[in-house]
């Protein structure tokens, strides 16, 4: 098969996912043949380093041989069960694995598919909570400026990423929102840690005001993926475990693509504090199963669990559920990535590729049409403007980021942008050359794109 037939073919009958599908009449999709550790590679034989991790889920290689082993042996002991009224030794080990290394008091397990989904339960958990424990006046999330946290309308609500969420607002509930600590915005000479400390004010003032009505305020810690990787200090976060608990009100740590190694601890709310903070409930899903399969957890407390511990007849059970909860070949995956973490070192291990990352890109620093290089662990970005002193942006129209892609695609580079930000996020596989690489091309196609 050649790379064009699969095109013709995919284009027939195919929807793609967060894509202009008349884009692809210039742009077709990038039919692949097959992975092998950082390496996709098509019906050609053109190879891309997939420096995005196949968006996010991709953490230790495409045909990972040790992954490939788990789920191959689970396929010969059972592939499927639902989890209402059964369970299967995966799901338990799996269950046991992650209350291990989440953050101290998140006891229970309760699983999904997707992270939408793990957001969905994490809201209607908290929410059934505060009714089951005589607070039914609790009905309002709090969510941060630029913050994603899905596409499932729930998930969808407390997002404030106006290209996913503008068209859908009138099926949407309402949020109420605070500043995003988003150190990009920062004074000049202020340091990370001082604006985040000082964009708390805003979410401090919204629970004084609203606590009584709140069910849970809603972040993604250190990292606004979607939001084209705008990163902030963990004090914000341990300002806001502080004040959550003040106001007797949940937090939810949507850590889905910060958690599992990304921003240099396995997951981010460890760096809050001295020894990090626990949330009420933490969304996990994306590197999970390192890509491999469908999976999602939302974690929560015995205290919580317990408001939903009664006879039949009164009727608080958590009825949410999914066909595949907890699925078998998932969670085998998944316990094997797991594996990985322990024989690898590599929460150890990524602090040198991030220490890498940072030095390839160093030269982009003093780059006239790049305002910032920043990193939060093995997350890189690189944000282009149309002027570097005045920080004015491209028009959005102009798609330069595009061009940033397309110029990668010609150099063994996948690197899908965020609008006009360039990042790195790769599998923790790849090689300090390798990396260099990536940060060689993406310096070429910044001089493209903003030389036209």
């Known amino acids: 098969m050649t790379n064009q037939e699969l095109v013709d073919r995919d284009l027939e009958v195919l929807w793609h996912p967060c894509t202009q599908m008349k884009d692809t009449r210039n742009l077709p999709p990038v039919p692949m043949r097959r992975g092998e ?15 995005v991790s196949s968006w996010w889920v991709n953490i230790f290689g495409h045909a990972n041989p040790d992954i490939n082993a788990a789920v191959k042996r689970q396929l010969d002991t059972i592939e499927h069960v639902m989890l209402a009224g059964f369970t299967h030794e995966p799901a338990v080990e799996l269950a046991e694995r992650l209350v291990g290394v989440t953050p101290p008091g998140l006891d229970k397990v309760f699983y999904s598919d997707n992270g939408s989904a793990a957001v969905e339960v994490a809201l209607k958990m908290s929410f059934h909570y505060w009714r089951n424990t005589g607070h039914g006046e609790k009905t309002r999330f709090i969510n941060l400026t630029n913050s ?6 729930g998930a969808l609500a407390v997002g404030d990423v106006s290209l996913y969420k503008k068209t859908y607002e009138p099926l949407l509930l309402k949020p109420l929102t605070a ?51 705008r990163m902030y200090d963990p004090v914000y976060l341990e300002l806001l475990r502080e004040a959550c608990s003040r106001y007797n009100v949940h937090l939810i740590a949507d850590e889905i693509a910060t958690g599992f190694g990304r921003t240099g601890t396995m997951f981010a709310c460890e760096q809050a504090g001295p020894s990090g903070i626990t949330p009420d409930f933490m969304c996990l899903s994306k590197g999970i199963t390192a890509g491999y399969l469908p999976l999602s957890v939302t974690l929560t407390s015995d205290r919580v669990y317990d408001a ?38 590599q929460v150890e291990a990524n602090r040198a590729l991030a220490a890498r990352m940072r030095i390839a890109t160093a030269p982009l620093v003093d780059h006239p049409n790049v305002a910032e290089v920043r990193q939060t662990g093995m997350v890189l970005a690189i944000e ?7 920080g004015t942006p491209f028009d959005w129209r102009e798609r330069r980021g595009l061009q940033v892609y397309r110029h990668g695609l010609t150099r063994e580079a996948l690197l899908r942008p965020l609008g006009d930000t360039i990042y790195f996020m790769p599998p923790y596989v790849i090689t300090p050359e390798q990396i260099d690489h990536l940060a060689t091309v993406a310096a070429e196609g910044i001089d493209r794109a903003v030389s036209t």
């Open 148 to 153: 994603y946290h899905g596409e499932t309308l």
């Open 37 to 51: 550790g950082v390496w996709l590679e098509d019906f050609e034989g053109n190879r891309y380093i997939d420096a």
């Open 179 to 229: 500043r995003s600590p988003d150190c990009f915005h920062r004074e000049p000479g202020v340091s990370w840690a001082e604006h985040s400390r000082a964009c708390f004010a805003e979410m401090e003032a919204l629970l004084a005001e609203h606590a009584d009505q709140t069910c849970a305020v809603i972040v993604e810690p250190l990292l606004q993926c979607a939001g084209h990787m």
């Open 384 to 390: 282009m403007v149309a002027d570097k002193a005045t």
């Open 308 to 345: 939903f511990y009664d006879d039949y007849e009164n009727l608080t059970a958590f009825l949410h559920s999914h066909s595949y909860t907890g699925n078998p070949l998932a969670c085998a995956a998944a316990i094997a990535t797991l594996d990985q973490f322990e024989q690898r070192g």
